[in-house]
């Protein structure tokens, strides 16, 4: 396998966790978004969105990082990432989509680039602008991770899974965006159970080849 990723890039974090959570190997390819790397032609014939990850298996190129998650849970069941049973399949999909379809799209690089450089707004009000959107979805998820029994040490009982794949890398983004977590303790103390475990940690943005501090 071939994955094109960025070590700042939430997206490919999520689909680095699923490959160390399987213990599949792979070959890091960066592509370097700050710098715009995504935009060379020999990466726009790979994706024409201009986005990472891209994960080539066997020659066939995949996309969108839950999208690639599910298949490795389709060609690689075990360990199990997302569940059999339809309903407790719902929840963990329906939590990690807060993150990837209501947090994620809203406060990724190119949106915050064209707030600042096409719309002209501050800093500080880009980092409101973040901030809103962060808290507007964790609150939603504290509270459905706070009020259900099916949560344990981590998201869905005590299995790292789907929806702890989507929380982890958007509590690193918050974090570096100085998003205040103390309304979040459930978030916050899944995170860290999830930061203990080595495929978390191997999948960090810290722990990856094209890492800058």
């Known amino acids: 396998m071939k994955l094109y990723s960025y070590f700042r890039s939430s997206a490919a974090y999520r689909v680095r966790i699923a490959l160390a959570l399987k213990g599949l190997d792979y070959h890091y390819v960066p592509v370097h978004i700050a710098r715009g790397k995504q935009f060379e032609p020999a990466y ?4 024409p969105q201009h986005l990472v990850p891209v994960l080539e298996d066997e020659g066939r190129l995949l996309y969108q990082s839950l999208a690639i998650i599910q298949y490795l849970d389709e060609t690689h069941p075990e360990p199990r990432i997302i569940p059999t049973d339809p309903v407790e399949r719902n929840r963990v999909r329906s939590l990690a989509l807060i993150i990837a379809c209501e947090i994620h799209p809203l406060n990724n690089t190119r949106v915050l680039a064209y707030l600042t450089d096409t719309l002209g707004v501050t800093d500080a009000q880009k980092q409101a602008w973040y901030a809103h959107w962060v808290t507007t979805g964790f609150t939603a998820l504290e509270t459905r991770l706070a009020g259900d029994a099916r949560t344990g040490r981590f998201c869905h009982g005590d299995t790292p899974g789907f929806a702890d794949i989507s929380l982890v890398p958007q509590v690193a983004n918050a974090r570096r965006f ?7 303790p459930t978030i916050v103390r899944i995170d860290a159970a999830c930061n203990e475990l080595e495929a978390f940690r191997r999948a960090a943005p810290q722990a990856q080849p094209d890492f800058e501090g």
Do not use: G, Q
């Open 178 to 184: 100085k998003v205040d977590l103390t309304p979040f």
């Open 44 to 47: 726009a014939a790979i994706n």
